[in-house]
């Protein structure tokens, strides 16, 4: 009998930063049956310049503000201790009274009440600048008004913009600053643990634990033992702008609870914890096997010394390896018999027969690896995406994203539970081919997928997605880095599955310009790129644009995909010869006689000059009316042709 998993914390050490409810942190941990690790990470220190707050209160009292937007109730009461020296409480309260006051959440509701004022404005949860940003857009248009804005810590950037690009003159007021705790010992302590794999799980209810937890931890040079050690640590987060910081800090966060409290926080990670660890961990163990040459009962797997491994490799081959992207698709009329029976959708996320249209292919066609039968957008669909393949016009998104703040209602991948399918198809194509053939995992790049769910499906222009793009940059930047962290964990999560190889297809970025390359998408790229488990090589594949080469191969990737619009000579001499190269036959060629894909072939072939890292592959997939036995004359040419 099965026993039902544990709905407390069943004696994990748990880890909490919590500094002025360290006590009642400590006790919440203890209820739900959790060894409590308590450390405080942080105080609130008033700032050594009060000028500034007191000039705020003279131009609120002499009618000089509009608004005040008040963001915690400690800043109140610092603010009014601040003041009690320069000018009278009530005098001030009376001057709050008469202009529009809005809070950021419950604590400075609550606060702002004791005083005996009713705020203009609530802000809902989650209580982020983007809900301020909006109650004010839907309530309080802010044009030419004088916007107070009561800090805490440090200014909020992303706020103070919102409000200067609504039209308001911000006036910042800073009543107290961040300092790290006198005593360190409780918080080094933690880092220790952490880093050396001794803790379960690590709660964070604030932005700034998190900064000075690796602040501690560089301080002790111990920051990548901590980030190592955190990536096997459940991490918890109160919320969206909490985690918002852990993710750029580069910590993934692995739940968050359905409100922002700290004792909802608890209890409900308190009933999942033991499973998620559990999860974590597993995956975790995984990725670091990976790190060093596989072996299977002390000897290396065959795949790992295939023609197609060594390439990615730049390593000398037998003969030149080949495999073909949409190397199982409508062309083959085994595919056409399964596709009969079901939608594309269907089949994508049916993993025993992904696995056999694959391996039929893989059979057939004699190429040296097997890429898994998927699409590149059903990673769209848990993070919000409402996506449907229709019969003849291919995948169309019914809620694509078109406003800067329809990017909000974009869901970041957590974990990758809802995408199962996709690792079990890596799994099952490992086991059912022959262990020789690696099998290649893959992901849409960032700026290909952010272009699918702008533009709601294909397009010739991009208007949507280049409109976004430059007139809400600080949108577009917030959706990319939201798809690039879920292509992160997706890729590491199909690696984990069993994919020796994972490539990144970036399908549309060919409609962009070297400059706004490097603008809009570089950043992304490479933030995937060092996210990446490094045993698995990465090829890095976009088409449409030569000019984007030097760029890509800047951007990273062990293996650069060269579509067919340029030599591939002059491909490899652009991305540098410290790059393995894909490549880079016309698909068109193969719906011409055996003598043209010959000779074609034999270009690419010496173009590439016999040099190692050559992995011989189509500019783009095969097209469907492709014959099956043209595909297979040329996988056949190219091993004759090149075996040593």
Same mark, same amino acid.
């Given at each position: 009998?099965?026993?039902?998993?544990?709905?407390?914390?069943?004696?994990?050490?748990?880890?909490?930063?919590?500094?002025?409810?360290?006590?009642?942190?400590?006790?919440?941990?203890?209820?739900?049956?959790?060894?409590?690790?308590?450390?405080?990470?942080?105080?609130?220190?008033?700032?050594?310049?009060?000028?500034?707050?007191?000039?705020?209160?003279? #131009?609120?009292?002499?009618?000089?503000?509009? *608004? $005040?937007?008040?963001? =915690?109730?400690?800043?109140?009461?610092?603010?009014?201790?601040?003041?009690?020296? #320069?000018?009278?409480?009530?005098?001030?309260?009376?001057?709050?009274?008469?202009?529009?006051?809005?809070?950021?959440?419950?604590?400075?509701?609550?606060?702002?009440?004791?005083?005996?004022?009713?705020?203009?404005?609530?802000?809902?949860?989650?209580?982020?600048?983007?809900?301020?940003?909006?109650?004010?857009?839907? #309530?309080?248009?802010?044009?030419?008004?004088?916007?107070?804005?009561?800090?805490?810590?440090?200014?909020?950037?992303?706020?103070?913009?919102?409000?200067?690009?609504?039209?308001?003159?911000?006036?910042?007021?800073?009543?107290?600053?961040?300092?790290?705790?006198?005593?360190?010992?409780?918080?080094?302590?933690?880092?220790?643990?952490?880093?050396?794999?001794?803790?379960?799980?690590?709660?964070?209810?604030?932005?700034?634990?998190?900064?000075?937890?690796?602040?501690?931890?560089?301080?002790?040079?111990?920051?990548?033992?901590? &980030?190592?050690?955190?990536?096997?640590?459940?991490?918890?987060?109160?919320?969206?702008?909490?985690?918002?910081?852990?993710?750029?800090?580069?910590?993934?966060?692995?739940?968050?609870?359905? &409100?922002?409290?700290?004792?909802?926080?608890?209890?409900?990670?308190? *009933?999942?914890?033991?499973?998620?660890?559990?999860?974590?961990?597993? $995956?975790?163990?995984?990725?670091?096997?990976?790190? =060093?040459?596989?072996?299977?009962?002390?000897?290396?797997?065959?795949?790992?010394?295939?023609?197609?491994?060594?390439?990615?490799?730049?390593?000398?081959?037998?003969?030149?390896?080949?495999?073909?992207?949409?190397?199982?698709?409508?062309?083959?009329?085994?595919?056409?018999?399964?596709?009969?029976?079901?939608?594309?959708?269907?089949?994508?996320?049916?993993?025993?027969?992904?696995?056999?249209?694959?391996?039929?292919?893989?059979?057939?066609?004699?190429?040296?690896?097997?890429?898994?039968?998927?699409?590149?957008?059903?990673?769209?669909?848990?993070?919000?995406?409402?996506?449907?393949? =229709?019969?003849?016009?291919?995948?169309?998104?019914?809620?694509?994203?078109?406003?800067?703040?329809?990017?909000?209602?974009?869901?970041?991948?957590?974990?990758?539970?809802?995408?199962?399918?996709?690792?079990?198809?890596?799994? &099952?194509?490992?086991?059912?081919?022959?262990?020789?053939?690696?099998?290649?995992?893959?992901?849409?790049?960032?700026?290909?997928?952010?272009?699918?769910?702008?533009?709601?499906?294909?397009?010739?222009?991009?208007?949507?997605?280049?409109?976004?793009?430059?007139?809400?940059?600080?949108?577009? #930047?917030?959706?990319?880095?939201?798809?690039?962290?879920?292509?992160?964990?997706?890729?590491? *999560?199909?690696?984990?599955?069993?994919?020796?190889?994972?490539?990144?297809?970036?399908?549309? $970025?060919?409609?962009?310009?070297?400059?706004?390359?490097?603008?809009?998408?570089?950043?992304?790229?490479?933030?995937?790129?060092?996210?990446?488990?490094?045993?698995?090589?990465?090829?890095?594949?976009?088409?449409?644009?030569?000019?984007?080469?030097?760029?890509?191969?800047?951007?990273?990737?062990?293996?650069?995909?060269?579509?067919?619009?340029?030599?591939?000579?002059? *491909?490899?001499? =652009?991305?540098?010869?410290?790059?393995?190269?894909?490549?880079?036959?016309?698909?068109?060629?193969?719906?011409?006689?055996?003598?043209?894909?010959?000779?074609?072939?034999?270009?690419?072939?010496?173009?590439?000059?016999?040099?190692?890292?050559?992995?011989?592959?189509?500019? &783009?997939?095969?097209?469907?009316?492709?014959?099956?036995?043209?595909?297979?004359?040329?996988?056949?040419?190219?091993?004759?042709?090149?075996?040593?």
């Amino acid at each position: 009998m099965i026993s039902d998993p544990p709905k407390d914390f069943s004696q994990l050490n748990i880890v909490a930063l919590e500094s002025r409810r360290a006590a009642e942190m400590m006790q919440l941990i203890k209820k739900r049956n959790g060894i409590p690790l308590v450390s405080p990470s942080l105080r609130e220190v008033a700032v050594d310049e009060q000028r500034p707050v007191v000039d705020f209160a003279n #131009h609120l009292i002499t009618g000089q503000i509009d *608004a $005040v937007l008040f963001l =915690t109730g400690v800043g109140i009461r610092q603010m009014l201790d601040a003041l009690e020296r #320069h000018v009278e409480r009530q005098r001030f309260l009376d001057a709050l009274s008469d202009v529009k006051t809005i809070v950021r959440g419950p604590k400075p509701l609550a606060v702002l009440r004791e005083l005996g004022i009713t705020p203009t404005l609530q802000v809902p949860e989650p209580n982020t600048w983007r809900e301020v940003l909006a109650t004010l857009d839907a #309530h309080l248009p802010v044009t030419n008004l004088v916007v107070a804005v009561q800090e805490y810590g440090v200014p909020n950037v992303s706020l103070i913009a919102g409000l200067e690009a609504r039209g308001a003159r911000v006036v910042p007021v800073q009543v107290y600053r961040w300092a790290l705790p006198e005593d360190l010992g409780p918080l080094e302590e933690n880092v220790r643990r952490i880093a050396a794999g001794e803790v379960d799980a690590c709660l964070f209810t604030s932005a700034q634990q998190a900064i000075h937890l690796v602040k501690v931890a560089e301080n002790l040079q111990l920051a990548s033992e901590l &980030h190592q050690g955190l990536r096997r640590t459940l991490v918890a987060s109160i919320g969206p702008t909490t985690s918002e910081m852990l993710r750029k800090l580069s910590i993934a966060v692995d739940f968050e609870p359905s &409100h922002g409290k700290m004792g909802q926080l608890v209890s409900e990670l308190a *009933a999942v914890a033991s499973s998620l660890v559990v999860r974590k961990r597993t $995956v975790f163990d995984k990725l670091v096997a990976l790190s =060093t040459p596989p072996a299977t009962e002390g000897k290396t797997p065959a795949w790992y010394n295939s023609p197609f491994m060594k390439a990615c490799r730049r390593e000398p081959v037998p003969h030149t390896p080949i495999w073909l992207m949409r190397q199982a698709g409508r062309y083959m009329e085994e595919y056409r018999a399964v596709r009969a029976k079901m939608s594309f959708l269907e089949l994508c996320k049916n993993p025993a027969l992904c696995s056999e249209v694959m391996c039929t292919a893989v059979e057939r066609l004699g190429v040296d690896a097997a890429i898994i039968f998927s699409d590149l957008l059903p990673i769209l669909e848990p993070m919000g995406m409402e996506l449907e393949f =229709t019969a003849g016009d291919g995948p169309k998104i019914d809620n694509p994203v078109r406003e800067a703040t329809d990017v909000d209602r974009v869901v970041e991948l957590e974990n990758v539970d809802s995408l199962g399918f996709v690792m079990e198809t890596v799994a &099952h194509t490992r086991r059912d081919l022959p262990e020789e053939i690696p099998v290649i995992g893959f992901a849409g790049a960032p700026f290909t997928l952010a272009s699918y769910a702008i533009e709601g499906g294909g397009s010739r222009s991009f208007l949507h997605t280049k409109t976004l793009m430059y007139r809400e940059s600080e949108a577009w #930047h917030d959706l990319m880095q939201r798809l690039s962290r879920s292509i992160v964990l997706y890729l590491n *999560a199909q690696i984990a599955a069993g994919a020796q190889a994972v490539q990144l297809f970036d399908s549309w $970025v060919g409609c962009l310009s070297p400059a706004d390359y490097r603008t809009f998408v570089m950043p992304h790229i490479q933030s995937i790129v060092e996210g990446l488990a490094p045993a698995a090589p990465l090829i890095h594949f976009a088409t449409g644009n030569p000019a984007l080469l030097p760029l890509m191969a800047e951007a990273g990737g062990d293996v650069i995909g060269v579509d067919w619009r340029i030599d591939l000579a002059e *491909a490899w001499q =652009t991305v540098g010869y410290d790059h393995a190269v894909q490549g880079n036959l016309d698909p068109l060629v193969l719906m011409a006689d055996r003598d043209t894909i010959r000779s074609r072939a034999e270009d690419v072939l010496q173009a590439a000059g016999n040099r190692p890292g050559h992995i011989f592959n189509l500019g &783009h997939g095969v097209m469907p009316q492709t014959p099956v036995d043209n595909v297979r004359y040329l996988v056949d040419f190219v091993h004759e042709a090149t075996s040593k």
